[in-house]
């Protein structure tokens, strides 16, 4: 080998996170998901022990803190949304979320790509060295940006689907005194092993990847098979054979179901960082509130003091509506107020005409609950 | 390089399948699965267009066909079981199949591993270069197994579960004049669009292997990584939520849900050869009786002459009960009869201990009714 065709030594060759970093991303960004904000919450030390120096959180607002500042609701994300998916799915005038009533704080997860993310985090902790991180570690920042930077004390509601009930649930058990009702939507305060065994099946499909490198990729074009297969599990677990059935790819215009998987489940996931979602797959397998009582559940759960509508999919395959109903069952003077839907977990996308109708009705219902 | 490390010429180099060949399977062989019973069907030409030379069916019978031939069962397999499987679960003395009444066939699909199946296939259909099939082509070797070289004219009832299901499908429809009863147990006349999603991400989850290799693996090992990520796609999509809710996997000694598939799940398919279970799979996905009538699904199940008991599982998470309604209400004189399990499609191992008996209830009923 010449000197003329070595590469370049290894202190000459960016890091894989200042390669990402170095331009602005395609995906993660205000034009795709703004206008929003950064709250720097300073050195954040996770569960797993790390300190993630100077740990930005990304949100938004809607309406006005009222004086007695009584009138706050928290909308936490999930795994593929951001602040942006949840504003236009949840928020507006005339809706349950309605600014002109709430002062409605949205705050993307952890490693959601906006804010403090692996792709974005610099040395040490870049892109595959990044924490692992716990649905605790959320509802730890964020009551930090709610309590510190807001001037929150009191949260009318918490309300999130999937990721974002693991994070409502972990919230009501956390911060019993802080949260007055909660909703949590699609999602399990304690995982199952069934929905364990999904996530982690989602997590190989990528990290199988020969081109994930464990998280040292440069490019997302390099872990594209992995991606690819990552959706192709999400077609079937993230529908649901009432889907398929009925067709209700046709109404959007897709030719077959094939082409609404690539045009819909793969146009969503491939714009996003594989590192950045294996982090959050990670969080969600482990998410359990019962870690805060030794694993006791019921004891968990029986720490809220929040009134709590628990709002399952009617045709979910992986939060089915009996496991969620067994978990409701543990929280005094909750209820659990199905929401029916042919798209299984992706009802919670809110392409049916009936799902926002169902989700204002509910969350009406609980926001006009005396507490 | 200098001649002493180079490797073997490509002609003196094994191929993949002779190296597979060259010592008995540890899995596929009489002592695992027999005794058993070989038939060459002579030169089978697939509907894919190739020519298995001397094709040989692996196959068992129970009982004694009856003077007048009306006392023949025949029963197909699924895409991890074999002739001795659907022995163990459906055969015996005071059982629905009972030898004494009937004279039961069992014939292994071809790729099962048993009979010729890509992994014991010499060149130029060797391994990787095996063709591709369909129900239909199992279904025509079987006919030509019952009527060649059994003697057997008419199927007082064919069944089968699964794959099993679907070649039960096929027969009812290919040869009505011919099948009297069929009983299809989990499984579809067509494959659905969410369940085609399922098998292709379960091929997937092989294939992406670095060693598979399109193939060309030399030893089982070196698959296992992909083949225990298809394992793990059958830890929630096999089972089912009710299986980890109630802990099912408890009464049969394990110590955890990991504990179950890694004993239970794994221990069953990391035996397999991969590319066999490739070529089932392919097989599985594309399943479709109406490929006779020109895409026409009530035509073709209009053509079953056979009294029909359709049989779905009622926790199955890719063959619900719903899907197999539909087809059921297709087939003229049809009963929907749903097996209560809470295994999900793996109810078809019938560990339970109601699952027999719903089994051979509904097969008594449907043997009792006249033709």
Request: charged share 20%; with cysteine.
């Amino acid at each position: 080998m010449t000197a003329s065709d070595s590469p370049a030594s290894p202190s000459e060759q960016p890091t894989p996170a200042a390669v990402l970093q170095s331009t602005p991303h395609p995906y993660y960004n205000q034009a795709v998901h703004g206008p929003y904000q950064l709250a720097n919450i300073g050195d954040f030390v996770t569960e797993s022990g790390a300190t993630l120096r100077s740990t930005q959180l990304a949100y938004v607002t809607h309406g006005t803190l009222n004086p007695g500042r009584t009138n706050a609701v928290l909308m936490t994300t999930w795994y593929s949304g951001t602040s942006k998916i949840m504003e236009q799915i949840f928020v507006g005038p005339g809706r349950a979320l309605d600014p002109e009533k709430y002062f409605i704080v949205i705050v993307n997860q952890l490693a959601s790509g906006l804010g403090t993310s692996p792709h974005n985090t610099p040395l040490p902790w870049d892109g595959p060295n990044f924490p692992q991180l716990s649905i605790a570690d959320d509802v730890r920042a964020q009551h930090t940006l709610l309590t510190e930077h807001l001037g929150i004390t009191q949260l009318a509601l918490v309300v999130g689907g999937s990721m974002g009930a693991q994070q409502t649930y972990e919230w009501a058990v956390r911060y019993p005194d802080m949260v007055k009702r909660a909703a949590p939507i699609a999602g399990f305060a304690r995982n199952t092993d069934h929905d364990r065994f999904y996530g982690e099946s989602l997590m190989q499909a990528v990290k199988s990847d020969p081109g994930y490198a464990g998280g040292r990729y440069k490019d997302l074009c390099e872990v594209e098979d992995g991606m690819r297969r990552h959706v192709g599990i999400w077609a079937y677990m993230g529908l649901c054979p009432e889907f398929y059935r009925r067709q209700l790819w046709k109404p959007l215009g897709f030719a077959s179901a094939t082409d609404f998987v690539n045009g819909f489940v793969a146009a969503l996931f491939l714009q996003m960082d594989p590192g950045d979602l294996m982090c959050k797959a990670s969080k969600w397998q482990r998410g359990d509130v019962s870690l805060q009582t030794g694993g006791d559940l019921g004891a968990a759960l029986g720490r809220v003091k929040a009134r709590v509508f628990v709002m399952p999919i009617s045709t979910d395959q992986f939060f089915p509506v009996e496991d969620c109903r067994l978990e409701q069952q543990l929280i005094a003077g909750s209820e659990l107020r199905v929401i029916e839907s042919n798209w299984g977990h992706f009802g919670l996308f809110a392409v049916e005409p009936e799902y926002n109708e169902q989700i204002d009705r509910h969350l009406n219902e609980l926001l006009a609950l005396e507490v």
